[in-house]
Structures are given as structure tokens and as C-alpha cells.
């Protein structure tokens, strides 16, 4: 578990106590004996900007306002200084409209879709590099004394994906320090969780660092960029395009981050290696996630 110590770090946390998220179910297991666990609720999330219907996704639920701006902000659909009048969710109906004082025509963005390796569907709609070109990140220095500490705190806090599995987890840091921990069963709706409070909050992106449990693909690379977060960090391993979009534009991509060990692929010259890795605990397996194992 977590310690006491390390739960404030957090400005949002997992609840895997909460209401809706999982579901305990009965079946059997390998040897024929009843078998008693809980599975992640998945329902879906209309979303409207203004008037206009954009999609419906997939998500356990839980910060349904924060989904649906981080949402339209990483489509392009919200620009950084858009003044949002209102956010309404309405539980029954499964939707949430996000109104501005714009008018809204995405027509044509909408009709050109590009299926990523997200789970749960993930889409993009429009060009998915669009906007990058103008990308111009921040070249931060990560000490590795953060990233040990950072990986230590996130794997041991309690999480739907303990609690359940089948799910991913988002974590927007600083420094050493964990700020918001956002899951869902598509890493792209944990991402566009954190890129909706973090509009919705003012907060800035350049000092940041996006921790994942999930794969670093392209998608994931491209959502970091255009929040401009210089830091993007997993457990899992690279997609051959994520890394070279990650060196394009000059992220910080770092991986398979088991215990001490990880590999950066792309913004080497920006890591201080400023704490020794044999002093560093390896990871102990019943804290070890599917995606560190084997």
C-alpha cells in the first residue's frame, strides 16, 4: 500500500472504493471452484460542444466533465484560450455539452477519422498531426532520483486496476511529486481526463511530466505534444512511430520503467542521472502490473 505520507501528494487520486466504477460478479475458475470478483463498469459518454453531437465514448465514468473537455481540447476543438460558459452532465441521458460563446462547425473534421491502437476505439478526428509542426517543447531536465520516486509512489497507490485490472492509468507530475491520477479503460480517455482539468484549471503544462501504464505510441506521443508536456514517461514499452515523432518534436521518452531499471529513446542529453540505480529497490512482485511482468 501506499504510504499515509505519499496520499497528499495527490490533488486527485484512484477511489477504487467508489460507487459504479466495478461490479462484483460469480463464476467459476480454473479448478471448477466459485469464483468472486470485480469488474470495471464500462458505460458510454455522449459528448456535444454547443449544439453539435461529436462522439460517444467508452469510460467507467467518473469525471465525465473532465473527459469531455480534455476531449475536444486534444481534437483541436477548444483552443487554449476559449472561454467555456458552461459544462453540463447529465447522469440519466449519459451526455455532457460543453457550450462556448463560438460557433460550431467540425462537419468536415468530423467525417475524416483515424482509428488509433487506443484501447476501447480509440479515434482521432482531422489529421492527427496537425498542429504539430508548431510544436516547440521545452528542453526540461528529468533527474532520475524523480523518476525512481515517481514510479514508486504511482505503483503502489491503490487503483481500479488493483482493485480490478482491465483498466489504465494517467498521471500528470511534477518533479518527484504525482499531482492528478486519472484511469479509464482507454489510456486516450485517461489523458484527456488530465488535459480537461488541466484546462479547466489553468495549469501549466511546461514543467509536467505524463506518467502512463500503457504502450508509447504514436497517439500517446502526439496528445502529449499538443498539451505541451515535455515529459512522457510508461511502464510499457515504444511503438517505432512514437519514437520518432517523440525525437521530432523534441519529447523526453522514457520506458519499460520496472523498478530501477527504464530506457530513453528519445531526449537522452536531458537526463541527469543524479541517483545511483543500486540504490534503488527492485520492484516487488505484488506490486508488479500485468504490463511489467514476463
Same mark, same amino acid.
Given at each position: ?20 466504477? !466495478? ?32 462522439? !460517444? ?37 449519459? !451526455? ?17 477519422? !483515424? ?21 516547440? @517543447? ?40 504525482? @499531482? ?115
Amino acid at each position: 500500500m501506499t504510504a499515509q505520507s505519499d496520499i497528499p501528494d495527490y490533488l486527485i487520486a484512484p477511489d477504487p472504493g467508489a460507487a459504479r466504477l !466495478t461490479r462484483a460478479v460469480e463464476g467459476v475458475d480454473h479448478e471448477g471452484n466459485p469464483a468472486h470478483i470485480s469488474v470495471v463498469e464500462e458505460r458510454p459518454l455522449t459528448i456535444f460542444l454547443n449544439g453539435q453531437e461529436i462522439v !460517444t465514448a467508452m469510460t467507467i465514468g467518473d469525471y465525465p466533465e473532465y473527459l469531455a473537455l480534455g476531449f475536444l481540447r486534444n481534437q483541436g476543438m477548444l483552443a487554449p484560450d476559449e472561454v467555456v460558459r458552461g459544462v453540463d452532465y447529465d447522469d440519466d441521458l449519459e !451526455t455532457v455539452v460543453v457550450r462556448t460563446d463560438g460557433q460550431t462547425s467540425y462537419e468536415e473534421k468530423l467525417k475524416k477519422k !483515424t482509428r488509433t491502437s487506443g484501447c476501447a476505439v480509440g479515434t482521432v478526428f482531422g489529421d492527427m498531426m496537425e498542429g504539430l509542426e508548431e510544436v516547440r @517543447l521545452p528542453q526540461v531536465e528529468v533527474r532520475t532520483s524523480d523518476l525512481y520516486a515517481l514510479a514508486a509512489k504511482i505503483n503502489r497507490t491503490p487503483s481500479l486496476y488493483l482493485e480490478a485490472g482491465a483498466i489504465h492509468g494517467t498521471v500528470l507530475c511534477q518533479g518527484a511529486r504525482p @499531482l492528478v491520477y486519472m484511469e479509464d479503460v482507454g489510456r486516450h480517455n485517461a489523458v484527456d481526463k488530465i488535459a480537461g482539468w488541466m484546462f479547466s484549471e489553468g495549469v501549466r503544462p511546461d514543467d509536467k511530466t505524463l506518467y502512463t501504464t500503457g504502450r508509447l505510441t504514436s497517439e500517446m506521443v502526439i496528445k502529449t505534444a499538443l498539451m505541451g508536456i515535455p515529459v512522457l514517461a510508461s511502464r510499457s514499452g515504444f511503438t517505432a512511430w512514437g519514437v520518432e515523432i517523440a525525437r521530432e518534436v523534441g519529447l523526453t521518452l522514457i520506458g519499460r520503467m520496472r523498478g530501477r531499471r527504464f530506457v530513453c529513446l528519445s531526449g537522452e542529453d536531458r537526463v541527469l542521472r543524479d541517483a545511483d540505480p543500486a540504490s534503488v529497490a527492485e520492484e516487488s512482485p505484488k506490486h508488479r502490473r500485468k504490463s511489467a511482468q514476463g
